[in-house]
Nanobody
Framework: QVQLVESGGGLVQPGGSLRLSCAAS????????MRWYRQAPGLEREFVAS????????NYADSVKGRFTISRDNAKNTVYLQMNNLKPEDTAVYYC????????WGQGTQVTVSS
């Protein structure tokens, strides 16, 4: 019943910005931390960012710190990832994740950073 649906990916030039969204359903969204992961072609899935249930605490991978911002709107059951100053190495499929008695994953949204 838990569902996570990512959106907002696309093609952007280096230095550009994208805002990803993850719409959640099937659980009490405001009670759970949310996370973003990504997986680049040929590489393992890696952690990107996390946010506490009420949004008061966040954590970022060193590779994105200072460029990406995770946020959430509990009234909309949505978590966001604002990505600024994108680099080619940010190219990946970005996945939304929630631990709700077990790990749940969305299908992912493709982000491609290229000239």
């Amino acid at each position: 019943q838990v569902q996570l649906v990512e959106s907002g990916g696309g093609l952007v030039q280096p230095g550009g910005s994208l805002r990803l969204s993850c719409a959640a359903s099937g659980f009490t969204f405001s009670h759970y931390a949310m996370r973003w992961y990504r997986q680049a072609p040929g590489l393992e899935r890696e952690f990107v960012a996390s946010i506490s249930p009420t949004g008061g605490s966040t954590n970022y991978a060193d590779s994105v710190k200072g460029r990406f911002t995770i946020s959430r709107d509990n009234a909309k059951n949505t978590v966001y990832l604002q990505m600024n100053n994108l680099k080619p190495e940010d190219t990946a499929v970005y996945y939304c994740n929630a631990w709700v008695r077990d790990d749940y994953w969305g299908q992912g949204t493709q982000v491609t950073v290229s000239s």
